[in-house]
């Protein structure tokens, strides 16, 4: 019925707000039968996890009017009729141009996106009042065609070891899907250039011990059975699915932050909109102590200047991106061996 709605209240630290769901039934995962108002209500129960993981940070909303299996599209800036609790930065993008990003500060806030029919919130690595210096560096691991979640596990351990040694405290999440996330708080001091060449660093020194299971090769033609590191999404306005965000899966999973004692044991399956609130309540959430020692990317950088000391330098950007420095043809090997 067009008129039907109802109300949800929100606790957050400005108060209860009360939030309006239209449409509350409309059914947005049909294999599990999960509504709009099951998302909302998710978001109130994961609420506070949510906002510490996603809040204070420019942030895009992933929309599906009709559901996970519908049209889909991408929202930045807030919508006319939000309400005054929801705020806009400005933000640089890599065209150079500058726009208003949305902003989600509490609770209802992520309450009210469901609303608008959000499912997957993409929150930068950057503060709102500091977009341009990020203080999480990120590093995707992707198992590609032939690899699994099993794969990335491993990866993800060694991955952790080469943070250390560079100083930095690692956290991990589940990514939704079948890889895994790795995190690690570091003080807002560098732009997004230099956290990806620090990225970059990281992910070499990985591919270097383990070889014949992890790749940093951009082109999908040349990455094989392995677990591809993204480092280009360690760049400016490229973004993951935050922690405790909701996924465009038939299962509706959750990419959901885990300890690193679970992570050889953890089935990514088991972390969805229906269990995660749960899961809080009994775990707890183990990216409580995200921000309480941030660390510098300087050890990294110092193997990026090895690296290219050594001849190995730029790697590929996104093809939306303008020509960069320094950066290799964008032209996949196998294109470019017919051109010639």
Known sequence: ???????????????????????????????????????AKYLVEVGEAFVAANGDRPLALQRFKDGIDGEQFFSKNPPKGAPDYIRSVPVIYPSARSHPQLVIDEPAAAVWAAQMNTIVFHPWPSRAENSDNPDQLRIDLDPQPGTDFDDAVPAAIELRKVLEEAGLNAFIKTSGNRGLHVFAPIEPVREFLDVRHAVIAAARELERRMPDAVTTAWWKEERGEKVFVDFNQANRDRTIAGAYSPRALAHA????????????????????????????????????????????????????????????????????????????????????????
């Open 253 to 340: 999973p959750v990419s959901c932050p885990i300890g690193w004692d679970e992570l050889e044991s953890a089935d990514p399956k088991n972390f969805t909109v229906l269990t995660v609130p749960e899961r809080l309540k009994t775990v707890g959430d183990p990216w409580a102590s995200f921000h309480e020692k941030p660390g510098t990317i300087d050890k990294l950088l110092d193997w990026w200047q090895r690296d290219l000391d050594s001849g190995l330098g730029e790697l590929p950007f996104p093809p939306d991106y303008p020509k960069m420095p320094g950066e290799p043809s964008r032209v996949q090997p196998s294109r470019a061996k017919k051109d010639k």
């Open 1 to 39: 019925m067009a008129s039907e709605a109802t109300v949800l209240s929100v606790d957050g630290p400005h108060g209860t707000r009360d939030v309006r769901i239209s449409s509350p039934s409309r059914v947005l995962w049909p294999d599990l039968g999960i509504t709009k108002l099951d998302l």
